[in-house]
């Protein structure tokens, strides 16, 4: 309510992701658990008051009956969240077939796989299909629960079409389409055999946001070269009707790791990991198992780094942590064995019987002990070979004020543009590169530490995922407005 007793109604904003961020758990019939899991939108989107925000997406379980559907429904309402769902044989079509095996590894420069170009066009064409029925679906609910006025935020590659099926319902919806991968040169593009179809389904939308420039001149170039339509400063126009393309990089809660450092789960985390580390510097690795985090080849480095410095073998130990994804993927499958292998070798060389130079874990740690880890490590290591922005780094830099510790940084991650004067930048894939920056990082003196952490440490801690969301929906708002005018005139 105002002070003139008017009440002040918040503009709502749809938020539709491909996730929900809740896990749900049947307990019975029509019986749900639920849990919020605070990833960076969550949190990002919780500190924007200016909007009410409601959450769109599939609730990643199997609910085949209708009792089934309608208690999680209902249970759902209550943390604001709207399920879309999805039966077993989208899921496999659209999420893992399309999604996670064409566009993901497109989207990172892994390139098509082989074997649906050469053998299963069926199948990619299958799964295409699948992939636009989907989308439709995830329209269908938003539209359902569209009221005037309110503003749709389309999240990430499992939803460009999103933005089209939206407008063929109504063309008045405000919808905004944000990438939260690399979009990747247009050369790359444009071996996706449906490449057109997604950039004029993406095109629909009133604004499209990237997490950097590089990535939003791909999609233009992308979009003239394919399309043949015109690359503009704001974006992509085609017969006098403008799409705003720009970049709105992503950032992180920083005070939510700040505090934490003091709450007293985190500070014996923190005091139990110097005991056992004492007289050792700590290095840390913490990504989802995947083949963009390039964690075979920050092995490799590592190794070589103890080939080569005999002095520090013993005096340094790295913590890999790595949350298995995708499991029933067989690629993943030989990530996993070719990760515990290289582990299990430089351990062999250079362990002893008290002490190993890596510590491997293969699951997820709760708020706490990641908090904890992140304050007690001397060097961060992300090596991603293509990430799209990589918020883990800006974690590491939140909870370093105290240490200041240095963060190596792939110059193929995001972050490099926002990160890159403070971190040192490596080409993940030059092995020699990233061991000599390990024993720069280790051997680096306070003062330039120091430096080159208040850069970061200023960059995360002014450049929130608050202020991200908040620049994003204000600048959809105001796209709209002006294309209203153009129109007028
Ligand atoms: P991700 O590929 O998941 O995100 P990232 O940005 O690093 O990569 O975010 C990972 C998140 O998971 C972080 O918040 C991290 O704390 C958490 N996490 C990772 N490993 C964990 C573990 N073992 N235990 C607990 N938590 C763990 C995608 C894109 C990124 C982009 C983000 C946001 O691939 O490039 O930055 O979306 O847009």
Redesign the pocket.
Known sequence: ERLDGRTFSRQRLLVVANRLPVSAIRRGEDSWSLEISA???VSALLGVKEFEARWIGWAGVNVPDEIGQKALTKALAEKRCIPVFLDEDIVHQYYNGYCNNILWPLFHYLGLPQEDRLATTRSFQSQFAAYIKANQMFADVVNKHYKDGDVVWCH?YHLMFLPKCLKEYNSDMKVGWFL???FPSSEIHRTLPSRSDLLRAVLAADLVGF?TYDYARHFVSACTRILGFEGTPEGVEDQGRLTRVAAFP?G?DSERFIRALEINPVQVHIKELQETFAGRKVMLG???L?M??GIPQKLLAFEKFLEENSDWRGKVVLLQ???PTRTDVPEYQRLTSQVHEIVGRINGRFGTLTAVPIHH?D?????P??CALYAVTDVAL?T?LR?????????FVACQDLKKGVLILSEF???AQSLGAGAILVNPWNITEVANAIARALNMSPEEREKRHWHNFTHVTTHTAQEWAETFVSELNDTVVEAQLRIKQ
């Open positions: 990833g960076g939108l990430d939260h991968t690399p997490h992503i992180i913490v990504d989802r995947d963009i985090k942590i790595a949350v874990l699951r997820s740690l709760d708020f002990a990641l992300v991603s990430d799209g922005m990589n918020l883990v780094s800006y974690e991650a995001g972050a």
